[in-house]
């Protein structure tokens, strides 16, 4: 009897010893399940700040003091002034070029039917005015400038007088350009009386080139005078539709020229092109801009030639 107790009681702690290890093997297992688990829930989530700094780093930089902007390029627009020669004789066709959304200036020739009026219009219009004075050219009179127009043969005092009562029958006048004048413009002495009297005005001087042989570059800046030259006559009066030609090229040559003085007429052809062709210039990288701020820009640059611009066509 007391063998067999010693038996039951050796098996039973047999069995307690078997059970306490599986209960210790299953605890280190749930320990070793749970535990990483526990650390993953209590620990700090991981930084996000790799991709939300580089973003803020590209959204903010440009505003950093001497960084420049990463997406933002300086874009160099070419820059175009048209001046519209010949204002005076059809108000239909001032009205028309007039409601272009564009800073065109309007040369105004004086003593015909509307000239006044049509200073009048293109001032209040807040555009600019310019006289568009009668010039001897070659070939008079089968080629004929019209009324108060100026002559080599004229004195000084006939030039002065002549000339202020043109700028009387054209108001507002910022500025002057030849109307004709492939004679007079090669005269040294009467074209340095006609600009005394623009400088003692304040006006400025456009050419017109209507010769090669113009002393006007070199008279402006002897006298000091705001001056530029036309770049391209845009139209033609016997073929009209070279306007729409030369304002479509001006697309393709863009690259050959940094700033251009383009001088048309009021024909229909021409109002039409331009009407069609100006709101593309913003897209196409043109900037067009008023008459006198070209003149001030080119005011520097009086010895290089026609302003390094290679567009130049002249009337015989």
Sequence with gaps: MKRRKKRRSSGKRGVRTALALLIACIAGIVAVWLIPDSDRRSAPPPPQTSS??????NATGPERVGSPPAVVRKVERKKIAILIDDIGYDPGALRRLLAIEAPLAFSVLPHIPHSRSSAEAVHRAGKEVLLHLPMEPYGYPDRNPGRGALFASMTAREIRKTLEEDMKSVPHAEGVNNHMGSKFMEEREPLRVVFDVLGGRGLYFVDSVTTDASVARELAAEKNLRFAPRDLFI??????????VHLEKLFETRGEWN?????GHPYPETIAALEELIPQFKSRGIELVPLSALVESRQGRRSNGADGNKNRNRTP
């Design 52 to 57: 939300t700094e580089e973003k803020t780093e």
């Design 235 to 244: 139209d033609d009066a016997e073929d009209r539709g070279w306007a729409r």
């Design 259 to 263: 700033e251009l003085l383009l001088i």
